[in-house]
């Protein structure tokens, strides 16, 4: 499978300057956008915890459903796709075995929904260091992305920076 290059987000920030009054971060894009990947973050956990979670928005803009079947990291010995829900007034985590993003649409991983879990964490991290992911879907090239590492959520997941619509989540 041909890996496309991946935009960095590291070079996004050098090249754009105005991406520091953006929230809206393209963390990745294929060459053709057919998958483009936003505001990907890396929840700083303290160096005792071997595990950790990321979030991101993955947006389809193919006209047919895609399917993220798994994730890897350099950084972690395992990734899982997790899902929070609430059971019987309690938050439980479980694991999906696979992720459906409709087609032009998008599903937004963040805090209390979906993440992906990153265990058994190879190295310690520091806030800004930058986390890299592949994701896997079904039938497309791998998507490559660097999440950053943060004590917080660093973007607004739910709004649009550029127009302030909140955006759809599934
Ligand atoms: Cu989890």
Not at 67 to 80: G, P
Request: with cysteine.
């Amino acid at each position: 499978m041909k890996i496309l290059k991946a935009f960095l987000a590291i070079i996004f920030v050098l090249s754009v300057g105005v991406v520091a009054a953006h929230e809206e971060h393209k963390d990745t894009v294929l060459e053709d956008e057919s998958i483009v990947v936003f505001n990907a973050w890396v929840r700083m956990m303290p160096s005792s915890q071997k595990i950790t979670a990321a979030y991101m928005v993955i947006e389809n803009n193919l006209d047919h459903e895609i399917i993220l079947e798994s994730a890897t990291s350099a950084n972690a010995e395992v990734v899982e796709i997790h899902q929070m829900t609430t059971e019987n007034g309690q938050m439980v985590m479980n694991m999906v075995n696979a992720l459906s993003i409709p087609a032009k649409g998008e599903v937004v991983l963040s805090e209390g929904g979906y993440h992906l879990m990153l265990i058994n964490l190879k190295k310690a991290t520091k806030v800004d260091d930058l986390i890299p992911i592949t994701l896997h879907i079904k039938g497309q090239d791998d998507v490559m992305i660097n999440a950053k590492v943060s004590d917080k959520m660093p973007f607004n997941e739910k709004f649009c920076s550029c127009c302030s619509m909140p955006k759809k989540s599934k």
